[in-house]
């Protein structure tokens, strides 16, 4: 099983930047595999990126997730192919649509109609990974711009047809089209003791288009909190679910949230959302059951993370996104450090 790290995610504990290049260049001596640059109110996905590829040498670094309202579908693909170029190919494109809080309260781009737009841009960026002369007529783009003076372009790179694209994707319909065409999948809100919530959607996605899973990366993001004392380390992560469960997207459209829902935590989902919403941000917390956060993640002493990591593997997760906090950034390598070692010992 692959392993990878994320940088630069709302509330990570580690707010330097020069911080965590020193975190991915720990990981990438312990050979981890991924270094993902998290994208959402805070930094950009890309600069990251751009720095990361000049201070490291193995390690694949990828966008997690550029957002595809930020940034027009053309420029996606150039900065991608200026980052693979810069990197030595070893650069993933991640892309999602976020949600609308962000998107619209940030963007000022209407959220809807989001599958559409990441569609079209994957065709877009595609053509111009291909090498080919830039053409598209769909809902939310149109290149050239009808009536205008553009004409098609080809974009001034050397092609690269075979640069992986990633998506970052959890509701159904997205699921299906990532099993249809994404190289790999960034998940979150999974776990291995319901993994039909998320690979129902993205096995039928598959075969619709002729694939198997196996044609795809399957990545997910997983929490590691290692210790003892089960209750004071679920206590600390209780906090972090619940602004996952009631403030990553609107009242209406929470696709965390309903992820939760479809593994049989509905009650609990829309319990811990109304209070958050409320403003009850500590109660939302203390209403966050204690199996939920133990099935969504790599949490307790060494023998229980090392049953969760059996578990992932045999559900069908080829990589795990490890998700480490700390004080500080030496905090957070010596645990990212301890985290290898257990997982190492299971594979």
């Known amino acids: 099983m692959r392993l990878a790290i994320g940088i630069g995610s709302v509330g990570s504990g580690c707010p330097d930047i020069h911080d965590d290049v020193r975190y991915v260049q720990a ?95 994957v065709a877009i960026v595609r053509q111009a990974f291909n090498g080919e002369k830039i053409h598209h007529q769909g809902k939310v783009y149109e290149l050239p711009r009808a009536g205008g003076e553009g004409k098609s372009l080809r974009l001034d790179h050397v092609a690269r047809p075979d640069l992986p694209i990633f998506f970052a994707t959890l509701a159904p319909r997205s699921l299906r089209y990532t099993g249809e065409v994404a190289d790999g999948w960034l998940g979150t809100s999974f776990s291995p003791d319901f993994p039909g919530a998320h690979f129902e959607h993205l096995r039928a996605g598959a075969a619709s288009a002729g694939r198997s899973m196996e044609h795809i990366e399957t990545q997910t993001a997983v929490t590691v909190a290692i210790g003892e004392d089960v209750d004071a380390l679920v206590d600390s992560l209780r906090p972090g679910v619940a602004f996952q469960l009631g403030a990553m997207g609107s009242s209406t459209t929470n696709f965390y949230n309903e992820a939760f829902q479809r593994a049989g935590y509905q009650d609990d989902a829309l319990a811990v959302q109304g209070l958050w919403r409320a403003g009850r941000r500590d109660d939302a917390a203390k209403r966050v059951p204690q199996d939920l956060v ?3 993640g790599l949490i307790g002493d060494d023998a229980m993370i ?42």
Not at 106 to 113: A, C, E, I, N, R
Not at 321 to 330: E, K, M, S, T, Y
Request: charged share 20%; proline share 4%; glycine share 8%.
């Open 294 to 296: 133990l099935k969504y």
């Open 27 to 121: 990981g990438e001596a312990l050979g981890i595999d991924y270094a993902w640059s998290a994208e959402a109110w805070g930094r950009d996905a890309v600069s990251p990126i751009a720095y990361l590829a000049a201070v490291t040498n193995r390690i694949k670094l990828g966008t997690g997730i550029m957002q595809v309202t930020a940034r027009v579908p053309v420029m996606t693909a150039m900065t991608a192919l200026t980052l693979a170029n810069l990197s030595n190919d070893r650069f993933v494109l991640g892309l999602g649509v976020s949600g609308p809080q962000v998107v619209e309260g940030l963007h000022g781009v209407p959220f809807q109609p989001a599958l559409t737009r990441l569609k079209e841009t």
């Open 306 to 347: 090392k049953q969760r990591i059996a578990l992932y593997r045999d559900a069908g997760i080829t990589c795990l996104n490890l998700r480490i906090r700390g004080a500080d950034v030496d905090e957070r390598i010596r645990r990212l450090e301890r985290a290898v070692e257990i997982i190492s010992a299971v594979q």
